[in-house]
């Protein structure tokens, strides 16, 4: 069965850096468009980045210049790099197959001096 797991999460003080990994198992990954999510606590959870095969990228308004959405279809990995983290970036990170039902189980990020 598919299976997407995430991991890189951490607290990190404001205006610092975290990579966010998801390895993919069960798919092939290279033919799949990929997409990062977040939720924040009383929140619903919105888009952050697409990736998609070829691979062109979108990102959300609210994270465009300081995340970077990466794939190494040769790990079977997808990355989420996050610079110049702010307190509105707290969040739990899901990795998904764009237009799935396929999720992780997320991994949490917290900014916060």
């Known amino acids: 069965q598919v299976q997407l797991v995430e991991s890189g999460g951490d607290l990190v003080q404001p205006g610092g850096s975290l990579t966010l990994s998801c390895v993919s198992s069960?798919?092939?990954?290279?033919?799949?468009?990929m997409r990062w999510y977040r939720q924040a606590p009383g929140k619903e959870r919105e888009f952050v980045a697409h990736?998609?095969?070829?691979?062109?990228?979108i990102y959300a308004d609210s994270v465009r210049g300081r995340f970077t959405i990466s794939r190494d279809n040769s790990k079977n990995t997808l990355f989420l790099q996050m610079n110049d983290l702010k307190p509105e970036d707290t969040a739990k990170y899901f990795c998904?197959?764009?237009?799935?039902?396929?999720w992780g189980q997320g991994t949490q990020v917290t900014v916060s001096a």
């Open positions: 998904t197959v764009a237009r799935s039902t396929y």
């Open positions: 990736i998609g095969v070829t691979p062109g990228t």
């Open positions: 069960g798919l092939t990954f290279s033919e799949q468009a």
